[in-house]
C-alpha cells in the first residue's frame, strides 16, 4: 500500500511540474488550450493526491469527490474578501485558491478529472499495478 501512496504522489509531482512547464510554452499553444490547460491539470493534480489518500475509493467516488472539491474552489473566486485576496497575491496562493472564476473552469476540470479517472480505470483494467 505504501508502494501504491508512493506511484500517485510521484503522479501528482509529475503533473505539478507538467503543469508549470506547460506556462513557459503558452506563446506557443493555441488559446483555447492555454484557456483550460492548466485548470486540467490543477484537476489532474488534485486527483492524484486525493487518490494517494484513499487507495480504496472507487474510481468513480474519487472522480466525483475531486470534481467537486474544484467546483467548491472555482466556487470559491467568487469571494473577494481582503484576507483571501491577500493569499491569491502569493504565487502559491494563486496556483491552489485561483484568482479569477470562468464558466470555461468547469468544462478543463471535468477534462482533467476525466483524464485521470480514465487512465487509472484502463491501467486497472490492463492488470497494471504499483
Given at each position: ?6 506511484f500517485y ?5 509529475l ?10 510554452c503558452?506563446?506557443?499553444?493555441p488559446?483555447i488550450?492555454?484557456l483550460?490547460?492548466g485548470?486540467a491539470?490543477w484537476?489532474m493534480?488534485?486527483?492524484?493526491l ?8 472507487p474510481?468513480?467516488?474519487m472522480?466525483?469527490?475531486?470534481y ?19 493569499i ?9 485558491l485561483g484568482?479569477?472564476f470562468?464558466?470555461s473552469?468547469f468544462?478543463?476540470y471535468a ?6 479517472a480514465g ?7 490492463k492488470?497494471?499495478s504499483?
Amino acid at each position: 500500500m505504501k508502494k501504491e501512496r508512493i506511484f500517485y504522489l510521484i503522479l501528482a509531482f509529475l503533473t505539478i511540474v507538467i503543469g508549470l512547464g506547460s506556462r513557459m510554452c503558452s506563446p506557443y499553444l493555441p488559446y483555447i488550450i492555454n484557456l483550460g490547460l492548466g485548470d486540467a491539470l490543477w484537476a489532474m493534480m488534485l486527483y492524484w493526491l486525493l487518490r494517494a489518500v484513499w487507495l480504496e475509493m472507487p474510481i468513480i467516488q474519487m472522480a466525483i469527490l475531486t470534481y467537486l472539491i474544484c467546483c467548491l474552489v472555482e466556487g470559491s473566486q467568487l469571494y473577494q474578501a481582503d484576507w483571501i485576496n491577500t493569499i491569491r497575491s502569493y504565487r502559491l496562493g494563486r496556483l491552489v485558491l485561483g484568482y479569477g472564476f470562468l464558466w470555461s473552469d468547469f468544462l478543463a476540470y471535468a477534462i482533467g478529472v476525466g483524464a485521470s479517472a480514465g487512465l487509472e480505470y484502463r491501467t486497472k483494467k490492463k492488470g497494471y499495478s504499483t
